[in-house]
């Protein structure tokens, strides 16, 4: 059994040690959440960083966008399904079956999103945001056209790429440092 108060494979600091202006994001992680993601935890050991990563994560997943929060979760799941992240596979899994109220999708996202009864605008996003993990280089026209071709603006195109793009990017980080999900994680929306 893997030790449920471990966050990552690095030490983290105290929380006390947390400068000032973080300190009430922490608060608020715990009274909307009932606790402070380990993600957070294992970032405040660069504070600055850590405020990088707020911000971008907000502005992608929170902010305004033609996708949903619910497929921009999508995105992070099928992602990190290919990266095999285990952070970001409880974390984000539990996230996709919260907001969709189906604990199957989120398991279905997690194993592979192609078993997954999804519309084709859906299907066709995660199919992108696949091809962009795999073989970043080999994103042509036609992969830009298909996601038009079911409704997709160039600014939402925009957005799945930068989701997609940031989810590669914090996988290897949290794969790196060996980053743990919160126990709570693996119980919640079944």
Known sequence: MADSDRVMALS????????EDLVPYFQKCRDKLGMVPNVLRAWSLRPDKLRTFIASY???MLGPSELSKLEREMIAVVVSAINRCYYCLVAHGAAVRQMSGD??????MVMNHKVADLS??????????AALTEAPAKITD?????????????EAIFDIAEVAAFFNYTNRVASAVDMRPNTEYHSQAR
């Not at 983290?12 to 400068?19: F, G, R, S």
């Open 103 to 108: 604990p199957a999708l989120g398991e279905m």
């Open 58 to 60: 907000n502005a992608l």
């Open 142 to 154: 036609a992969d830009r056209e298909r996601l038009r071709a079911v409704g997709f603006s160039d």
């Open 12 to 19: 983290i600091p105290d929380e006390a040690t947390l400068p």
């Open 120 to 129: 084709p605008r859906q299907r066709a996003m995660l199919d992108f945001a």
